[in-house]
């Protein structure tokens, strides 16, 4: 079964530094989306992708963050000069062609800064 | 801020009991609807999605959805210590491109 797929598993960065997180997306499906976790905590949307471009983003989603499809089937989320609040799972999703469809996750990256 | 409210739990239940999940949401708007499972340290898992009043079955789950109370459930027949796992309800807002999750409930069966 078709799966998103996430880099890496575990990323350690010394905070202020810039991180960018890795996902592959279901070959056919056409919305993206990235959430974080912070441990013990609810999964929160952080912003969602369509016909290269972002189509909503959060709160949390400020000037820090950033989101690219470089190629065909990479879609990455960049973190600028991270913070220690930073740390969190980080979640990747795809739906197929409508944001009410079902979303698929990947194992996610969890994301710790020092 | 759209919320989705799920009881924490942990609901205990006997192995092969009937397990009932429960979650309420505030954006009456809503039109679809989804249950997640999510294993300790591992990522949300689809369980079910529902879009209409109404039972959804599905091998040994059922959704249940009721858009005039704002509630949406899951019950899970012949629990089975394997389904021990925090579930999450999950709502996409009306013309969201978004899912707004609840805390999630924890789930305990024991053989």
């Known amino acids: 079964e078709p799966e998103v797929t996430q880099t890496p598993s575990h990323q350690v960065t010394q905070m202020g530094q810039e991180v960018i997180l890795r996902c592959v997306p279901i070959?056919?499906?056409?919305?993206f989306y990235w959430y974080r976790q912070i441990l013990g905590q609810k999964v929160e949307f952080l912003v969602s992708?369509?016909?290269?471009?972002?189509?909503?983003k959060s709160e949390i989603f400020d000037d820090q963050f950033s989101v690219e499809r470089p190629d065909g089937s990479n879609f990455t989320l960049k973190i600028r000069s991270t913070k220690l609040e930073d740390s969190a799972m980080y979640f990747c999703?795809?739906?197929?062609?409508?944001?009410?469809?079902?979303?698929?996750f990947g194992d996610g990256t969890r994301l710790s800064i020092l | 801020q759209k919320e989705v409210e799920q009881n924490s739990g942990p609901l205990s239940v006997p192995e092969g009991a009937i397990a009932s999940l429960n979650c309420t949401y505030s954006?009456?708007?809503?039109?679809?609807f989804f249950w997640y499972r999510q294993y300790s340290g591992k990522s949300p898992e689809l369980i079910m999605f529902?879009?209409?009043?109404g039972d959804k079955e599905d091998g040994r789950f059922t959704a249940q959805l009721n858009k005039a109370s704002q509630y949406v459930s899951l019950l899970i027949r012949d629990s089975q210590p394997s389904d021990s796992a925090t579930y999450l309800c999950?709502?996409?807002?009306?013309?969201?491109?978004?899912?707004?999750f609840g805390a999630g409930t924890i789930l305990r069966v024991k053989s």
């Open positions: 999703a795809s739906s197929p062609d409508s944001p009410n469809q079902p979303q698929h």
């Open positions: 529902i879009y209409s009043n």
């Open positions: 954006d009456r708007g809503s039109q679809s």
């Open positions: 992708f369509y016909n290269n471009e972002i189509s909503e």
């Open positions: 070959s056919n499906h056409l919305y």
């Open positions: 999950a709502v996409n807002e009306v013309y969201g491109n978004k899912l707004v």
